[in-house]
């Protein structure tokens, strides 16, 4: 419903200032003919009132959908003219502290129903957490990773594969769920299995993490993607190199890595904050 509000209050302001810049009442015919100039215009104006990078993208998204409406209406054909949008800032990844990583994997076995469907989800979140890996790659693993040796073959983004160290007590984790596991584990069966035998959904994963940090008391940050995020700060604040660290994680760019070394240096500053005398 606010989308909807935030859409059509776009759309009343987009209108109000044509109708400045040309002098009259704008039509329809009008907005199939926004010109690039009277767009930036547009955007510079509500830059001016002190939009964000991200909401002057979220201004031109919802432009961009309107004038698409406007022209699906009249019975033709978009003609948006070719504008980049503001470059947003990247966030900051949340990590969680490793107890609480250890502790959220524990609890959310804790939950479950039936000893097999325990181990699985506590497996699944010891090798997020463990290996980095995101959720998607994990409901991505096939039975050919058994039997387990000390590193496993994932798949990423863009189908690019890459090799990552399995620590004994993940290894040890999914060897207990593929003891206890009802159903044949075999060739490119998925791995990690649903309550009925299909593939595991990452939405079921994301509702027990969420279901654990509410009896946990932890953040709405902590989710099964801000596993991966603790993996990469706990290994750069022990000395890991940047390099390796993007191999481990799969990142086709270094700078998409370099984001955790902010996460460290904000990681010392709470340190310093909360224990030194002088803080």
Request: net charge positive.
């Amino acid at each position: 419903m606010h989308t909807v509000r935030a859409y059509v209050a776009c759309a009343h302001r987009l209108i109000d200032f044509l109708g400045d810049h040309h002098g009259r009442e704008i039509d329809a015919a009008d907005l199939l003919r926004v010109p690039l100039a009277e767009l930036r215009a547009y955007l510079a104006a509500r830059r001016g009132d002190g939009l964000s990078n991200s909401s002057a993208a979220r201004e031109l998204s919802a432009v961009r959908g309107f004038l698409g409406f406007a022209a699906s209406e009249a019975g033709a054909q978009p003609n948006f003219p070719r504008i980049r949008g503001p470059k947003r800032a990247r966030g900051v990844p949340r990590p969680i502290a490793p107890e609480d990583a250890i502790g959220l994997a524990a609890d959310v076995a804790n939950a479950a129903e039936r000893p097999w469907i325990a181990a699985r989800d506590e497996a699944v979140l010891l090798l997020l957490y463990g290996a980095g890996l995101r959720v998607g790659e994990a409901m991505g693993l096939t039975a050919r990773q058994l039997p387990l040796s000390d590193r496993m073959s994932v798949t990423g983004k863009r189908d690019k594969a890459r090799v990552v160290p399995l620590l004994a007590p993940v290894k040890a984790a999914i060897e207990r769920y593929v003891a206890l596991c009802p159903y044949p584990l075999a060739g490119d069966a998925p791995l990690f299995r649903g309550a009925k035998g299909g593939p595991l959904s990452a939405d079921v994963v994301r509702r027990a993490v969420r279901g654990a940090r509410g009896r946990l008391g932890l953040s709405e940050r902590t989710t099964p993607h801000a596993l991966r995020h603790s993996f990469a700060t706990h290994l750069l604040g022990r000395g890991a190199d940047l390099r390796a660290l993007q191999e481990l994680l799969g990142h086709a760019s270094l700078s998409s890595t370099q984001i955790y070394t902010q996460v460290d240096a904000a990681h010392l500053m709470d340190v310093y904050r909360n224990a030194h005398p002088r803080a």
